[in-house]
């Protein structure tokens, strides 16, 4: 069936760093994929799409391409803040009924 | 502003009781999912909805039941609550039209002693 896989955590970064999460995914097709964010005490809220291959998202700086060649959709910012601090997951719709499959989740920490 | 609202930020409740967890969304969303999310799993889809009075299984519904009587309205049931069912429970919604787009409640963590 339909999986993401990511990167586990946590990522320590300090402010100003690079980030790269990784993740991939197996699917038949060429679903649409995405990136939902958890900020602490709160539910996910999605963070950016991309709906077909060489597509890339972005959203409050952060973006993702949908490479179907490596079967991969990784999650990067150039320069992290504090308040990037959250748990990222990768996504992929799977099955009917517009059913999501997620990742287990990648905790990024920014250090000030 | 869309909302899922979760009625329970926190529950404790004791082995063998019955628990209610209830989600309203405002958005005339036809699909509702209860998810589960425990540490190192991700989330776990439980039950979900793509209509009044209609349900499916998810991955994991042992020991959990639904019901959806209004569009809006979408509760998981844990009909004898045991202690390997503590864990952040998340309510989403959809329409029918977004593949993939949810919008998520703000969880409601339940512990179960």
Known sequence: ?112 | DVKVTQSSRYLVKRTGEKVFLECVQDMDHENMFWYRQDPGLGLRLIYFSYDVKMKEKGDIPEGYSVSREKKERFSLILESASTNQTSMYLCASSPTWTAGELFFGEGSRLTVL
Not at chain 1, 72 to 93: I, M, N, R, T, W
Request: proline letters at 4%; a negative charge; charged letters at 20%.
């Open chain 1, 1 to 112: 069936g339909d999986s993401v896989t990511q990167m586990e955590g946590p990522v320590t970064l300090s402010e100003e760093a690079f980030l790269t999460i990784n993740c991939t995914y197996t699917a038949t097709g060429y679903p649409s994929l995405f990136w939902y964010v958890q900020y602490p005490g709160e539910g996910l809220q999605l963070l950016l799409k991309a709906t077909k291959a060489d597509d890339k998202g972005s959203n409050k700086g952060f973006e993702a391409t949908y490479r179907k060649e490596t079967t991969s959709f990784h999650l990067e910012k150039g320069s992290v803040q504090v308040s990037d601090s959250a748990v990222y997951f990768c996504a992929l719709p799977s099955g009917g009924y517009q059913k999501v499959t997620f990742g287990t989740g990648t905790k990024l920490q920014v250090i000030p």
